[in-house]
């Protein structure tokens, strides 16, 4: 399926405010730091020791890291702190354990991002450079393995795909060439690459249009910074460069803000660490030196107004990182007012990448399916049809041959992703049976089920409530039978209030408030028992915590879904309008 050109709605709309928690965020910090090691500018980076500590609060028990402390670990988390604690010079805690943790997400060929996901390009190029840096070698045998499969991600195109799947389907990219490239040269050693080298050369040249920049790929039509460096990296990977060097500098150039620093492309306002990231990361790509000491000052400037009061970096100044879950949550509150709400959903509306359908994270990186999500039930899109029209074609391209869903393009499928893609084309009024491929979708469910019952999140995992639950609302969307409710909620129910994701000990937000929303669709009544005592054990002065054992409020989306629940079991009329939404984040 041929994408639809998307434009970027940014221009004309910066007096937009969403709404953000001022908190750091991973990608942003690794961007920050990586870019200030390139300039030489680490020593005395701002709050230098908080942001170390606050990627050190990243890493779990198992030797990985994840996006957010007490999240599952995953390549991604793992790769972005451990990069980014070797450019501050710090020393990791436990690599050992770390290196154990990759090899549970080696498939045998490749890496997945979490263990029992397949492989894509994504995870084996962040697992291969951590495991390089890690002083790990995979050895002669697991080398040629890891060597054929880069090598089938090759398509007749030339240019490379996510997996060997999306390459015969002919979804290539200018970031799946960048990752595969940058993978190989970590783990090859003297290996030849392993594709027609100038068939993928020309494919990323033919990538620059007559502006000078980069697309993404021969379907969309904007170019922007960050295809721009992923092209231009891997060319220089290569031993090669673009066909119009110069002209590629220029266009670089001419993406400087007021500031000094960088935008991600044209009529895009603000100065973000991912444009400054991608920008020095392409100069320096193309070997202009003179224009990366040019712009360092004003560069390393800028990234010192992103970082957060106690440590980390986010993509703006933190009190204006305004981001799409925070956002979608107070335009959902009940009590935000009319206005506001239309100013966050407009907010909304514009938070897309140009080609991009769904909605972004934060403004300037790809698309999200959870926030997509969350934006489409908090009511973003609902008068503009084309804008509708596009997120359900970007849904169908992002369909993986095994028939789920990962959170953004190229990624590993898994329940939640598959669960959000089929709530959200619920909201847009889509049946899922004209648009996805409905047997690819029950057979990816199906290989999450759990031998003794239920389901996990990926094939293999153990078997939890909120997986079970993901999985039964894409068994419905798909006109297939659904298991009774009843056994997998009283499997879950906590005696003293609330519902567990894994057995029935410790109650959390999350698993209750989507036991709830399972609860309402079968028709049933609030379970007050169960909601009451968990909502008061839960509540902190005039914030909701993630669980009972957690000492503070959980932040706008934990009040959020609280609000929800206390409207649900309180008395009187409630004041959220129609069934409650099936917000999902793990």
Not at 137 to 143: E, H, K, L
Not at 146 to 171: C, H, I, K, M, V
Not at 262 to 285: H, I, K, M, N, T
Request: glycine share 14%; aromatic share 8%; charged share 20%.
């Amino acid at each position: 399926m041929t994408a639809a050109p998307y434009v970027a709605k940014w221009a004309g709309r910066a007096e937009d405010r969403g709404a953000g928690t001022g908190e750091p965020d991973l990608w942003c910090t690794y961007a920050a730091i990586r870019t200030l090691s390139w300039l030489g500018r680490t020593e005395g980076a701002t709050g230098s020791e908080a942001t170390a500590r606050y990627l050190l609060s990243r890493r779990n028990a198992d030797g990985g890291y994840a996006w957010s402390a007490g999240m599952t670990s995953d390549a991604w988390a793992t790769f972005y702190c451990t990069q980014a604690l070797r450019d501050l010079g710090h020393p990791l805690t436990g690599p050992e354990r770390t290196a154990i943790w990759l090899e549970s997400t080696w498939t045998g060929e490749a890496y997945g991002m979490l263990p029992g996901q397949g492989a894509e390009v994504w995870a084996t190029h962040f697992s291969t450079r951590t495991a390089a840096s890690l002083g790990r070698d995979r050895g002669d045998r697991d080398r040629s393995r890891l060597l054929r499969w880069l090598g089938a991600l090759q398509a007749e195109d030339g240019g490379l795909g996510w997996t060997p799947a999306d390459a015969r389907r002919g979804r290539t990219d200018v970031r799946a060439c960048y990752y595969g490239v940058l993978a190989w040269t970590a783990a090859a050693g003297k290996e030849a690459p392993p594709w027609d080298v100038a068939r993928l050369v020309a494919w990323l040249r033919a990538r620059q249009d007559a502006s000078g920049g980069f697309r993404f790929a021969p379907s969309t039509e904007v170019p922007c910074m960050w295809a721009t460096y992923r092209a231009v990296g891997a060319l220089a990977s290569l031993g090669a460069g673009p066909a119009a060097p110069e002209e590629c500098v220029r266009w670089v150039k001419g993406l400087r803000g007021a500031g000094g620093a960088f935008v991600r492309w044209q009529d895009y306002p603000v100065e973000d660490v991912w444009a400054s990231f991608c920008a020095v990361g392409v100069l320096r790509a193309l070997g202009a030196d003179a224009d990366v000491a040019a712009v360092a000052e004003p560069v390393a400037r800028r990234i010192g107004e992103l970082a957060c009061p106690d440590g980390g970096y986010t993509y703006r100044e933190p009190e204006r990182a305004d981001d799409a879950l925070t956002t979608a949550a107070v335009a959902m509150l009940p009590d935000t007012g009319g206005p506001r709400r239309s100013e966050l959903v407009r907010w909304l509306e514009g938070c897309r990448l140009p080609n991009e359908g769904g909605v972004m994270y934060m403004p300037g990186r790809g698309a999200e399916i959870r926030c997509t999500l969350w934006a489409v039930a908090a009511g973003a899109f609902a008068d503009d049809a084309e804008g509708r029209a596009g997120i359900a074609r970007w849904l169908a391209e992002l369909q993986n041959e095994d028939g789920g869903f990962g959170y953004w393009s190229g990624r590993g499928s898994d329940l939640v992703s598959t669960a959000s893609a089929v709530e959200t084309l619920r909201l847009l009024g889509v049946p899922v049976s004209g648009l996805l491929d409905i047997p690819g979708l029950l057979a990816f469910t199906a290989s999450c089920a759990a031998r003794d019952g239920g389901h996990g999140p990926v094939p293999g995992a153990p078997p939890g409530l909120r997986a079970g639950l993901q999985a039964r609302r894409v068994l419905a969307a798909a006109d297939a039978p659904v298991p009774d409710l009843a056994p997998l909620l009283d499997r879950h129910r906590v005696r003293g209030g609330g519902y567990a994701d894994q057995g029935r000990r410790l109650p959390d937000l999350l698993s209750t408030y989507e036991a709830e929303v399972a609860a309402e669709r079968a028709g049933r009544e609030p379970d007050r028992d169960a909601l009451e005592p968990f909502l008061a054990a839960v509540g902190r002065s005039d914030e909701t915590a993630w669980t009972p054992l957690s000492p503070t409020g959980g932040g706008p989306l934990a009040g959020l879904l609280g609000t929800l629940l206390r409207d649900r079991t309180g008395p009187g009329p409630r004041r959220f309008a129609g069934p409650l939404p099936a917000l999902a984040l793990s």
